[in-house]
């Protein structure tokens, strides 16, 4: 199994892997942002002086659903693809595997966000973990157990 | 503190790190396939032509708590295991954690998923914990601040 | 882009990586806690025996709402910041990121568990957040895509 860190690969992971991290965290923009503009808060330390009571909002719950399947999938993606990376595939395999997932999760957010109609959604998804469960098959191959 | 990628005992931690991972994803089929014979969907645009509401189902949320708990127990076990492997440890002592830890995550979902009677998960869950722990006891004490 | 585990910063990263995860880890101790003092659980083997009915109370969904924030935000932290020690930051520079985070995030943690009266969780959050952003930031700078 070939380095990671001086790999040609290594610098690309870094990209898209950063991407789709960021990705994730601006989840968490959206949700204060509903919060604040629909004023629908779950802690009462929140609630103090904006004269609303603690309350949830179909709005504010499609975005943490959202959220959390980014956290069941973005996650497992840059845990898996820096291992990967490790096992020296070569660029044009990497970059396939890099894009397509990032081009899925985005396609995800946007069909989920809208929202637009399924199977949008759904084809994001599994394609997106089809690309995971790719690299993860390249790790099993190159490891040892 | 030992490099990580060129050590005797990555190729290990690539195994049974890429197995918990997956193990986590396919939590994700669990869900669907409840969803699915049990009708059972969260999303408006989900129920579109099923001739079904949004609802809830227990079977469907035992499989999310499961896959939040996966969330919530692997992914710290994933990152702890990659700087303690960079810490060089002995093969013998890490392969001790990284089964031990696979044999105790998979115990916990059979007995989350059947239900099997506590504390069978109970002790999946602490004993996860544990390994965890350890290695990141190996890492502070390798480690500066 | 500089290797990772023979740079001077990594030992660094592994202590701050190490106790942010192992503070969201301490969240599954303080759950467990509420769960048994206040007989709070979700799943019907759990209450078997102790007399109750599956339940929720508003101190176990605040160490969970707490917990599932950490790991919105410790785990890209690591991940990131792993890429980031990997762009070879000067050693000054990295510190500064990586303890700026840590003490945010215990902020968070004592402002949302006492809880304190916002801004201080909210302080937390948005410190946290532009850590990791800025450390994003390089990590794009130096990478190809």
């Given at each position: 199994m070939a380095g990671v860190f001086d790999n040609p690969v290594f610098p690309y992971f870094a990209f898209y892997a950063t991407v789709v991290v960021l990705k994730t965290?601006?989840?968490?923009?959206?949700?204060?942002?509903?919060?604040?503009t629909k004023k629908v808060f779950v802690n009462p330390e929140d609630t103090a002086g904006r004269g609303?009571?603690?309350s949830t909002h179909?709005?504010?719950?499609?975005v943490?659903?959202?959220h959390l399947n980014d956290l069941e999938n973005v996650i497992p993606f840059v845990l898996i693809g820096l291992l990967y990376t490790a096992t020296g595939p070569s660029l044009g395999s990497a970059l396939l595997h890099f894009?397509?997932?990032?081009?899925a999760r985005i396609l995800h957010t946007i069909a989920y966000l809208l929202p637009l109609p399924?199977?949008?959604?759904?084809?994001?998804f599994i394609v997106g973990i089809l690309v995971t469960m790719s690299m993860a098959w390249s790790i099993l191959s190159n490891s040892k157990y």
């Open positions: 965290m601006a989840m968490s923009f959206c949700t204060v942002f509903h919060r604040l609303v009571k603690p179909e709005s504010v719950e499609r943490r659903r959202c894009r397509i997932f990032t081009g399924q199977p949008s959604r759904g084809l994001g």
